[in-house]
């Protein structure tokens, strides 16, 4: 596995509450018979989005990114991650990468946040939320603090070779992420959700650089919901 702290968000990781139907989850009520006039749907039911978070596909709206599964109704796109607060030293190296790559690429945007994946994206049913969470809080309640040093850059694209984005490889710390990703693997195996991602570098180009990262928490997005893991 290549651990990478990426400057880019992945189609499934927009501010929604919905994603796909991937991973299962509970089916509906048997439809209404043809002849028979479909009844409402009560307003405000759990995992149901507010009128103001309608959402879009217009990838033109979230920086070119697209869906990577169809949008459904009370499915909530979830992912686990090592959140990273950028600092002076990797803003410097931001601008510059970004000003060389538009000679490429003028279409090359920065992101303003940035992270380190500890799973894909994957598809929640509201309910399932909770005990996911749980289940998570137990897994990792176990793991201390560590560094991490990134002292590569690499161009990667992803699994749907839809999007290119710039990342820095972990070379220290490596060994951590591992039990961090087995971990949370576990616990997407045990909801039938798909675990993390192996390479998915087709090529890159490399250049030094250090940096040194202490990680202190773990989150997770489900939807709008975030949730924070301590490290000890």
């Not at 509906?28 to 009560?42: D, F, H, K, Q, T």
């Not at 607060?85 to 090359?108: C, I």
């Amino acid at each position: 596995m290549r651990a990478a702290l990426v400057g880019y968000s992945s189609s499934e990781e927009e501010q929604e509450e919905e994603g796909g139907s991937r991973g299962g989850g509970a089916q509906g009520p048997p439809g209404a018979s043809a002849g028979r006039p479909r009844l409402p749907v009560p307003a405000g039911l759990p995992g149901d989005p507010d009128p103001d978070e309608a959402v879009s596909d217009d990838s033109s709206r979230h920086g070119g990114r697209v869906r990577g599964f169809p949008h459904e109704r009370g499915n909530w796109a979830t992912h686990v991650y090592l959140p990273y607060t950028a600092q002076e030293e990797f803003l410097e190296l931001l601008e510059l990468l970004v000003s060389h790559a538009r000679t490429f690429v003028p279409s090359l945007a920065a992101m303003e946040e940035f992270h380190l994946s500890l799973s894909q994206c994957v598809v929640l049913r509201y309910h399932w939320i909770e005990p996911f969470v749980r289940c998570l809080r137990e897994r990792l309640a176990a793991f201390h603090r560590f560094f991490c040093v990134a002292d590569q850059v690499k161009v990667y694209t992803n699994q749907n070779k839809t999007r290119t984005f710039i990342g820095l490889e972990v070379s220290a710390g490596h060994f951590q992420l591992l039990e961090l990703v087995s971990e949370v693997d576990g616990v997407l195996e045990e909801f039938d959700l798909p675990t993390f991602y192996k390479d998915i570098v087709d090529g890159f180009e490399e250049s030094e650089f250090l940096l040194r990262i202490q990680w202190e928490q773990i989150r997770c997005k489900s939807g709008n919901k975030y949730f924070s893991f301590p490290l000890r």
